[in-house]
C-alpha cells in the first residue's frame, strides 16, 4: 500500500465535534467552539482526541480519500472507543466519529440491536 503526502492545516481548536455540521450541531463537551464546558461531560474525550488539531472539514466531507484520511486518523486516537460510543449515543447523523461513518455507525447501532433482541429470545 502506497501512502500519499498529505497536507493537514492546523487551525486552532478544529475538531469535528466543535463542527457546525449539515444541522445545528453542539459538541457534548462545550456549548459552542471554544465555550464553557458542559456539566457533566467527560472533558477525557476532548482532551486525548488525536483530531485536535486537524482540519475539522476533513471529518465532514463526502470525497472518499478524506474520509478514509480521517479514518486513518481516528484509528491512532487514544480516546476512539469513547468517541465512538459518544456518538452512537447522541446518534450523530453527519461525520466520522470513533472512526466509523455515520452509515457505518448505523449499521453496528443495527448489529448491537439484534444481538440484544438474540440475547432477549
Ligand atoms: S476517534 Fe476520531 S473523531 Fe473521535 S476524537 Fe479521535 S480522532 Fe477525533
Redesign the pocket.
Known sequence: MTVRPVTIRVVGSS???LRQAKRPYVYPNRRGPGGPPVPGADPN??A?????D?ETEL?FTDRPADIEL??S??E?????A???ER?LDNNEQF?????LTANQRRALRRKRARQVGGEAA
Do not use: Y
Request: aromatic share 6%; net charge positive.
Open positions: 475538531r469535528p465535534h474525550v476532548e486525548g482526541a488525536a483530531c485536535a486537524v471529518f480521517a479514518k486518523i481516528c491512532s486516537c487514544p480516546v476512539r469513547a468517541c465512538l456518538a461525520g466520522v466519529f470513533g472512526g
